[in-house]
C-alpha cells in the first residue's frame, strides 16, 4: 500500500511540470511548520539557478529541495539541522547567507575593518591639519584665466 | 545596404575617436587652440555617425530584415513594433552599441555646451571621452558587430525573449546606461584634471551636473529595472541581490557619494583628492558592471548573452582604464593641494561621515559580488552570498546612514553645532518614536525591528520637512515672508529635501513589504473564492486567447471587500510559440500604495489552476522613493548656480548668493 501511495506521489510529481516556486501541493499541514520552512528556504540556494533561492525559484531542482526541506522538517529535524543535512549533502555553496569560518572571515569582517579603518584615518587626518595649522592658499590664475576674468569684470563694470 | 552603412559608419566613428584621442592632447601641449578644438568637432561628428549606425541596426529590426544575424537572433516578424524597436537593445550587440550611442551622445553635449570651459580643459575631457569611446568601438567591431549578415537568409526569425517583450526593456537598459555611462563624464574631468594638475572649486562646479545628470537615470533606471522584476517575473520580488543587480547598485551608491563630496569640494574647496578618486572609481564600478553583465563571467538571470572571449576583450579595457587611471592617480594626486579647514562636526564632517558609510556600503557589495568568484578560482570553494547576508551586512551600514541624514543639511559649513541642530530635530525625533510606538502596539508586540525601521524612516522625512521650515522661517515669520523666503530657497537646498525625503519613503515601502506581505498559495478552481488581507477575490473562470505572437490563457477574478465590488484582474500565461517558451503576466490591483497581486501557475488536471495572490502592503512606496530622489536631483539641477553658462541675472541684487 505505501509502494502504491509513493507511486501515485512520484506520477503527480512528474505530472506536474514545475513552472512557479512553492506549489499549492508542497505547502504542509501545520502552518508553523510551513513558516519554518518557507523561512529555510529564503536561506538555501536553487544550484542550477544563479542566486535565487529555493523560494523564489521555479526550476525542478527548486522544488525537489523545498520538499526535502519539508521532509526534514516534518521528522522533527531542527533549523540548524536541516541546514546541515543539505549542507552534508551539498557543499556551502547551497547557503545563500555563508557560515562563518576561515574562508569567509575577511567578507564578514570587511564592513567593520572598513569602518574603523575609514575613522581611524579619518582622526589621524584631522589631527595632523589642525596642528599644521593655517589653510593653504588658493593656486594662483593662470595668465587665460587673468584675462577672462579681467574681460568679465570690466562687462560686470559696464553693465552696473 | 542599410547593414553595410551602419557597419562603416561604426568604421568612421572609430576613426574619428581616435583622431580625438590624441590631436586635442597635442594641441594642449602645443597649447594651440586651432587643435585642441578639433575635439569639438570630432565630438559632434562621432555622435553623428554612432547615431546614424544606431538608427541602422533599428531599421533593419523594424524591417524584419532576416539576412542580418542580429534581426534573424532576436527578432520575428510578427512582433508588435514597440518590441522590435526594443530588441535592438535586448541583445549583446545590440545594448553596446545602444552603451558607444549614449557615450557619443555625452561627448557631443560636452562638445556642445561646454563653451565656457576653459579650453585645454574641455580638450583634455573630450580627449579622454575618445580613448574610451575607441576601446569600446573597438570591442564592438573585433568581437560583437551588430552587423554581420548571414549567407542564406532564414524566412522567419527566431524572436525575442519573452521575458523582454514588455515595456520595461524600452526605458530600463537605456535610463541605466544613461547613468553607467554619464559618470563617464566626470572620469574623463578627473583625469583631465590629473593630466592638467590643476583642480580648484569652479571644477567641481563643473562636474556637479554631469554626476547630477548621470545620478538622477541610474536612480530611476535602478527603480524601473526593480518594478519591471517585480510584475514581470512572477513572483513578486522586488530585489534579488544579483550580481547584476549588483553592478547597478555600486556605480549608484559611489556616485552618491561622489554627488556628496563634489559639493565640500565647490562649496570649501575641501576634499579634492577623495572627489577625484570616487570620480575614477565611480566610472571604473559602471565598467565593471559593464563586465560582469556582457562577459557572463557570473551568469545570472538578467544575462542573456554569454560568450568568454568578449569577456576577456572587456577586462582588458577594464584593466586598462581602472589601471592606468589609478597610476595617473598616484602618481599626480598628492601634488593636488588640499584646502578648506573644518572641524568634525560640520556640514563638511556630516558629508564626511556620508561618504564613509557609503563607500564602506559599496566595498560589502562588491565583495559580495566578486567574493565567491575569487574563491572558486583560488581556494577551489564553492559559496554563495544572498539576501540574507546583505540583510546582515548592508542594511545597518544604511541604517546607521539614514539616522546621520537628517543632521547633514542642517549643520553649519566649517563649525556645526550638533546639540543646537539635535534640539532643532527633536520635532522629527519625536514623530519616529511616537511611530515606533504606534506601529509596534497596532502590531501587538511583533518583531521589534520593523516598527523601529519605520519610525527611522518617518525621522528621516520629517527631518527632511524640518529643514525646510527652518529655512523658510514657517511657524515663527508672518506668512508672506514665509512664502517669500520660500521662492527665495535655492532650487537645490528643495532637491536635497526631496531626495532625503525620498530615502525615507523607500525605507518604509522596504520594510512594510517585506515585514507584512500576506500570501495565498493554492489550486483554484471557477467560482472558488480566495480571502487574502480582508479582500475576496473569486475566480470566475478561465478563457484562451490568441496575441500577435502569443496565445495566452486568461484568468478573470473579482475582487471585492466586505461585500462590495472593487475590480476584476486578469493575470495570464503566455505562451510564445517560436521559443516554445511562456511568461507569467501578473494582475495588480493598486490601492493606495499597497497592491494586491496575482500570478498563475499551471492547469491542472481537474481544470482547477495554482494560483499565488500576495497582497503587499505598502509596497509602492518603495518606487515612489527613488522617484522622489530623482525630482530631487532635477530640482538642484535646475538651479541657477548649477548652469555655470547661465545667462546674467537682470537685477545685480540677485548675483548675491543667499549664505547657506
Redesign the interface.
Known sequence: MRRMMAAIVALMLL???A???????E?MSDPAKEARARELS??L?CMV?????ID?SDAPLARDLRLLVRERIAAGDSNGEVLDFLVARY????????RFER??I???L??PL??AA??FA?WRQ?RR??QSGA??P??PL?S??EARLAALMTDEAK?? | MIAEAGHYALVLALALALIQSFVPVIGARLRDPALMNVARSTALAQLLFVGASFIALVTLHVNSDFSVANVYENSHSMKPLIYKITGVWGNHEGSMLLWVSILALFGGLVAAFGNNLPLSLRAHVLAVQAWIASAFYLFILVTSNPFLRIVNPPIEGRDLNPVLQDIGLAVHPPMLYLGYVGFSISFSFAIAALIEGRIDAAWARWVRPWTLVAWIFLTLGIAMGSYWAYYELGWGGWWFWDPVENASLMPWLAGTALLHSALVMEKRNALKVWTILLSILTFSLSLLGTFLVRSGVITSVHAFANDPTRGVFILLILCLFIGGSLSLFAGRATSLKQGGLFAPISREGALVLNNLLLTVACAVVLFGTLYPLAMEMLADFKMSVGAPFYNLTFAPLFALLLLAVPFGPMLAWKRGDLLGVTQRLLAAGVAGLVIVALVWAWTRGGSALAPLAIGLGVFVIAGAVTDIVERTGLARLPFATVVHRARGLPRSAWGTAFAHAGLGVALIGIVCETTWNSEYIATMKPNDVAQVAGYDLKLDGLLERQGPNYREMIAQFNVSRGGEALSVMTPSKRSFTTRGSSTTEAALLTRGASQLYISLGDVTAEGGIAVRIYHKPMVLMIWWGPVLMAFGGMLSLSDRRLRVGAPKPARAKQRLQPAE
Open positions: 505530472s506536474l511540470p513552472v512557479h516556486a512553492v506549489q499549492p501541493d505547502i529564503r536561506e540556494r539557478c544563479q542566486n535565487q533561492s523564489d557543499g556551502e555553496f547551497v547557503l545563500l547567507k555563508p574562508q569567509t575577511l567578507l564578514w570587511l564592513a572598513l569602518l575609514g575613522g579619518l584631522n591639519r589642525s589653510e593653504v588658493m593656486p593662470t587665460d584665466e553693465s552696473s
